[in-house]
């Protein structure tokens, strides 16, 4: 059974920096696609970032330039490295999959999530 368990949320001041990371278990996923979404209280949830099997990652436009998504597969770990943080990026951070190779419009699948609160 899958389990994926987010870390690496907490308080930043804006300007600041944060890594996420998503650490998985139960099911191989180093040959499918993993994204991070969030959700802001009373927000829709949306999408961050995939990284697909191959081609190229997918960014929302909210976050293109600020945000790096990665993987290490030894590790089993796929990471969201943030940085220049505004106070709209306030939200629960979420990895999640669909065992797709490429970045799917629905996550069937998803962690508890980490919060991330940007405030001075």
């Known amino acids: 059974q899958l389990q994926l368990v987010e870390s690496g949320g907490g308080l930043v001041q804006p300007g600041g920096s944060l890594r996420l990371s998503c650490t998985y278990s139960g099911f191989n996923l180093d040959n499918y696609a993993v994204g991070w979404l969030r959700q802001a209280p009373g927000k829709d949830r949306e999408t961050v970032a995939c990284?697909?099997?191959?081609?190229?990652?997918d960014y929302g436009d909210h976050v293109k330039g600020r945000f790096t998504i990665s993987r290490d597969i030894a590790e089993n770990t796929v990471y969201l490295q943030m940085n220049s943080l505004k106070p709209e990026d306030t939200a629960v951070y979420y990895c999640?999959?669909?065992?797709?190779?490429?970045?799917?419009?629905?996550?069937?699948?998803r962690g508890q999530g980490t919060q991330v609160t940007v405030s001075a």
């Open positions: 999640g999959t669909s065992y797709t190779l490429i970045c799917p419009v629905v996550y069937a699948f």
């Open positions: 990284l697909p099997k191959d081609g190229d990652i």
